[in-house]
DNA sequence: TTTT
DNA sequence: TTTT
């Protein structure tokens, strides 16, 4: 259907580190899941009361997910722009199932709210014990990327950037 | 968790009529699906392709509710913007089983984005046989309200309006 | 600074047909504005009251820039999605100003919510005088473009689709 | 008009302290200014760059005005959604001059993103020297709200919490 | 200047 | 289950 809006923003902490896996492919995806709040005081009795709800999210962006990867850990306060999408599975019974997500593919974007020092900028972080296989994030990340905060869903190569175009002047000439 | 935020914004088509339940407490809620799709086009076969995401709203607000159930019908496009919220509860067999809704609550907006032609503004339009208890939903929507097209989340009588206050001016006094 | 975010969501109506200007680079730009408005009733006369704002548009993105030429007329209802800007200029007298504009560039969303028929799918539409230079705009429109209804800011080429990665699965292999 | 959406969303950091004046009903209402930015490479030269915007809020709200008196400081990043409106005025000689803010008054959200050790708990805080009318702020501070991180819109009164309705459940009944 |  |  031409004419639709699908988008979700949240703005909460992760759960646990970002799972990182590869794709047949060879692309990174990132997994975790973000904890956003609500607080309000009960009409009646007048105590306060609280709900968290869970979203799970998952990085289908080249870019996006290794900067999940190296920037992000359990804690870490995000702004997440994504989409709704519901996915079918069957159980082990047979039965259908299904499971929503929060998906950055296109259009998506991240900000990390995080101070620099909740994130990993190195290797040498300490390990929560997450259980994440560590190998596997150690192999890609060594290459710098300074490029710390905000990424749009830039390119699926190295460069976050948006790389905006020159030719596209923020002045408008005939004017 | 103080500082969170949780957002979700629909542009898209109803795939039934609204479904109003009463709570115990004679609250109206409205349920229904709304239908987002994305078009592409394969990058290797040159092929369209096209995905349509099917998100379950829930409105969880006395007005906003009743302005579905007066306005709203299968294929009605709307502008709808709410939260994300996974609900668990128990399958047959007991096991455990979750459903992730869009809930339409406090800070809530739907915008009927479908001519007026599309809704029912009267109690005369063809019932296309979606099975729905009809008796339900003649019962109270008699009284005129002709607040079309865009309702915030305003109060759960029946003014739909957003009551502005008017100590508040639109100039600022000082300047 | 890193990780910041500026964006700008409107639904309304154009004041008027979209303008299209070249830069220099021959690249198209459209300008239109914008109608919002609220609606309210006074706290203490009870009287209905309406607001209406008006937001200045600006496509600085030629796939997006085309849609609106080809598309988008005088009272055209438009979901719009782009980022705030205030650029200063020099009046006659010499002094600044400011104008701040919602400008759609990268990132931007452009959904077009009034039927087809509110459009101009052809150039037989009626003019209604806007002044416009017709001679370019019907320059080079005539090229079929059946991608109706909503653009993501895709490449600045031909193709307005987004061209989605067919190496990013819907499905996740692993789970 | 019914049906349009006007929204603003920022995360950026404070320009300067929020300046609070008074209406002559005695409202609070906060200006401050908020920077976003972003960054790109140029595509031919390859540099970096970066562009500053800076928004005017204006807190039209009483609740979320004294949030942003007790807690906001110059530096302190926020997320705010708001509404965008431009305001007419004269300028010494008389001529028309507009004025494009983004407001806070309804629906309005403000999210201290910023640790509270940048905010200011106690009125103890330095004084960076901003000019401000600090007889007018401590005015009506005193009394303690440990409502710190997100608020909606709330009521006018002292409670900044949403005071959801108990009638409503998150469960609902008939499932 | 739009729209309902 | 919608819509284009």
Redesign the pocket.
């Known amino acids: ?4 809006l699908n988008k979700v923003c949240l703005i909460g902490n992760l759960g646990q580190d970002p799972e990182i896996r590869r794709t047949q492919g060879g692309n990174a995806v990132a997994n975790f899941s973000v904890a956003t709040s609500e607080s309000w005081r009960d009409r009646n009795t007048g105590e306060k009361k609280e709900k968290t709800d869970w979203h799970n999210v998952v990085v289908w962006n080249e870019g996006l997910a290794k900067v999940c990867e190296q920037y992000l850990r359990k804690g870490s306060k995000v702004y997440i722009e994504g989409k709704l999408q519901t996915r079918k599975w069957q159980d082990q019974g047979g039965a259908d199932r299904y499971t929503t997500e929060v998906i950055l593919q296109f259009d998506a974007k991240l900000i990390m709210l995080s101070g620099r020092e909740d994130s990993a900028g190195d290797s040498r972080r300490d390990d929560r014990g997450s259980g994440r296989d560590e190998g596997q994030r150690r192999g890609g990340n060594t290459r710098g990327n300074d490029n710390s905060g905000g990424y749009g869903g830039g390119g699926s190569g190295g460069n976050f950037s948006r790389d905006l175009d020159d030719d596209i002047p923020f002045e408008m000439p005939w004017r």
């Open positions: 259907m031409a004419g639709s």
